[in-house]
T-cell receptor, first 115, second 112 residues
Framework: NAGVTQTPKFRVLKTGQSMTLLCAQDMNHEYMYWYRQDPGMGLRLIHYSVGEGTTAKGEVPDGYNVSRLKKQNFLLGLESAAPSQTSVYFC??????????????FGPGTRLTVL | DAKTTQPPSMDCAEGRAANLPCNHSTISGNEYVYWYRQIHSQGPQYIIHGLKNNETNEMASLIITEDRKSSTLILPHATLRDTAVYYCIVRGSSGSARQLTFGSGTQLTVLP
């Protein structure tokens, strides 16, 4: 199993450009998450999904949109990138409602720089 | 979710046990204690979790005090590859998404 994969690994954007980050998981997990991590800080939740076709806002959702059209994929979109969105983006997934705990599996991250 | 408090940094000699403390004095009865770590530039990695009993797996041991207000993660024989930021997280088992709230964690440096 590949686990959680993220595409691309690196990206440089100019202010105002748009892009989509792709997250894929092959563990049949119900829940998926997008986090961002700024230098020297912990992870902050952007958006999450509790199942195919559902999305919800996390702690820092402004400037981002997400979609979960397929269970295995979770897309994070930046419609008009800003320098404040320069960060490392991590995707994660976890089991669904049947689990009593929440072990999240993380991808390797996407390093985004907005100039 | 209960808030956690961890020391910002710790050092440990290679081959010795690393004991990482975490305070969670406001933890409620149905909240689990999770530990994750993040090796530089990589995605966080799950280590262990527990509710009230001590837990052990191939990576570490988790000791939770009887009143559950604090816990200690133990890496029995630390190696240089254990150098990482360690996050203690408290989260309930219910809720719509069970997202994890990462604080600042403890930077563990294993010294040769």
């Amino acid at each position: 199993n590949a686990g959680v994969t993220q595409t691309p690994k690196f990206r440089v954007l100019k202010t105002g450009q748009s892009m989509t980050l792709l997250c894929a998981q092959d563990m049949n997990h119900e829940y998926m998450y997008w986090y961002r991590q700024d230098p020297g800080m912990g992870l902050r939740l952007i958006h999450y999904s509790v199942g195919e076709g559902t999305t919800a806002k996390g702690e820092v959702p402004d400037g981002y949109n997400v979609s979960r059209l397929k269970k295995q994929n979770f897309l994070l979109g930046l419609e008009s990138a800003a320098p404040s969105q320069t960060s490392v983006y991590f995707c994660a997934s976890s089991h669904g409602a049947g689990a009593s705990y929440n072990e999240q599996f993380f991808g390797p991250g996407t390093r985004l720089t907005v100039l | 979710d209960a808030k956690t408090t961890q020391p910002p940094s710790m050092d440990c000699a290679e081959g010795r046990a690393a004991n990482l403390p975490c305070n969670h004095s406001t933890i409620s009865g149905n909240e689990y204690v999770y530990w994750y770590r993040q090796i530089h530039s990589q995605g966080p990695q799950y280590i262990i979790h527990g509710l009230k009993n001590n837990e052990t797996n191939e990576m570490a041991s988790l000791i939770i005090t009887e009143d559950r207000k604090s816990s200690t993660l133990i890496l029995p024989h630390a190696t240089l590859r254990d150098t990482a930021v360690y996050y203690c997280i408290v989260r309930g088992s219910s809720g719509s998404a069970r997202q994890l709230t990462f604080g600042s964690g403890t930077q563990l440096t294993v010294l040769p």
